[in-house]
């Protein structure tokens, strides 16, 4: 016998849709925005050369001024990352891309389920199991963007984040770099994942619960003769 979902745990399934929403447009955003890192520039010998660097996995800008009049450019990631292979680690940028990319993608996925869970009423084990899925792959995926990017930092970016060509004309970022909120996004994002696994749990609970069955007190055959024929 096929059981039926209460409209309660249909509700909190379809909350899920919308916290995976949310992290659909986190992922996405850290992916296009330009500032996973941002940093100061300093020259040592110059009090009035000052500049800003800021980048993210594909693209960025710095802007910098020697005091004769700010000049910026874009950055290229990819670009850098093949003619100066000690700018950054490859693979740790790699790990970062992937990390968000896949989180995503499974985050997607989690947000399709949910709304095939919440709009059938019948309680469907395979469904659940991919809500799950889903939102797991898409907690470790973006674990995995958050801890590249640490790395990356803490290995290379946190010391320099400015070419080859600047560093040669005395320009630093020593100490003069954070994370942007571009990276925090990731972070967000593995907080709602979280957030949405816990209304799983709350909802397969539920489920549990709903599939007991109801005692019934045993009844009287002399009071239910008496019902009946009253």
């Known amino acids: 016998m096929k059981m039926s979902m209460s409209i309660k745990t249909r509700s909190l399934v379809f909350a899920t849709f919308f916290v995976n929403c949310i992290v659909v447009g986190l992922l996405l955003a850290s992916l296009i925005t330009e500032h996973w890192i941002e940093a100061e520039a300093r020259m040592p010998n110059s009090a009035n050369a000052?500049?800003?660097?800021?980048?993210?996995?594909?693209?960025?800008?710095?802007?910098?001024?020697?005091?004769?009049?700010?000049?910026?450019?874009?950055?290229?990631?990819?670009?850098?990352?093949?003619?100066?292979?000690?700018?950054?680690?490859?693979?740790?940028?790699?790990?970062?891309?992937?990390?968000?990319?896949?989180?995503?993608?499974?985050?997607?996925?989690?947000?399709?389920?949910?709304?095939?869970?919440?709009?059938?009423?019948?309680?469907?084990?395979?469904?659940?199991?991919l809500l799950f899925f889903s939102n797991g792959a898409s907690a470790i995926s973006q674990l995995l963007a958050f801890l590249c990017w640490i790395g990356e930092f803490y290995g290379y970016l946190k010391t320099n984040v400015l070419m080859a060509e600047d560093r040669k004309k005395t320009w630093h970022t020593i100490n003069l770099s954070d994370f942007g909120h571009s990276f925090y996004f990731v972070l967000a994002g593995i907080l709602f994942v979280i957030v949405n696994i816990v209304i799983l749990v709350v909802v397969l609970a539920m489920e549990k619960k709903e599939r007991r069955p109801v005692r019934q007190e045993p009844v009287d055959e002399k009071a239910a003769g008496a019902i009946m024929l009253y």
């Open 50 to 129: 000052t500049g800003t660097v800021h980048f993210g996995l594909f693209s960025g800008k710095k802007t910098l001024d020697r005091g004769i009049g700010s000049r910026s450019s874009k950055i290229d990631v990819p670009a850098t990352l093949r003619s100066e292979p000690n700018f950054m680690s490859y693979w740790l940028w790699l790990g970062t891309f992937v990390g968000t990319g896949l989180g995503l993608f499974s985050s997607a996925i989690g947000g399709i389920a949910s709304v095939m869970k919440s709009a059938s009423p019948q309680k469907k084990h395979g469904t659940m199991c």
